[in-house]
């Protein structure tokens, strides 16, 4: 069985920082790709960035230039730095990883519980 296990959010003023972490945890063979996902009330849920067992990034356009995704792979975590916070970023966030289990490495998807950010104006 894998875990995701999410903290750092919390209540943050607007152009404050907060920094999101994602610890993986389990019997993993392999952790590959890892992203950050959001959730506003009322929207579906986006993709707000990624990261490549490689360390290749991408970003929604949204939050590039603010936001930052990391990933220490020898602790199996990935970071999300967000700065210069806007009331639009309020959301639950949510940690996804593509885990590779098994011998033969098969892979499979999984998610936090998610951690909420609020960003009062």
């Known amino acids: 069985q894998v875990q995701l296990v999410e903290s750092g959010g919390g209540l943050v003023q607007a152009g404050g920082s907060l920094r999101l972490s994602c610890a993986a945890s389990?019997?993993?063979?392999?952790?590959?790709?890892m992203a950050w996902y959001r959730q506003a009330p009322g929207k579906q849920r986006e993709l707000v960035a990624a990261?490549?067992?490689?360390?290749?990034?991408n970003y929604a356009d949204s939050v590039k230039g603010r936001f930052a995704i990391s990933r220490d792979n020898a602790k199996n975590t990935v970071y999300l730095q967000m700065n210069s916070l806007k009331p639009e970023d309020t959301a639950v966030y949510y940690c996804?990883?593509?885990?590779?289990?098994?011998?033969?490495?098969?892979?499979?998807?999984?998610w936090g519980q998610g951690t909420q950010v609020t960003v009062s104006p």
């Open positions: 996804n990883a593509v885990v590779g289990l098994g011998s033969l490495g098969h892979e499979y998807d999984y």
């Open positions: 990261i490549t067992s490689g360390g290749s990034t």
């Open positions: 389990g019997s993993i063979r392999s952790l590959n790709a």
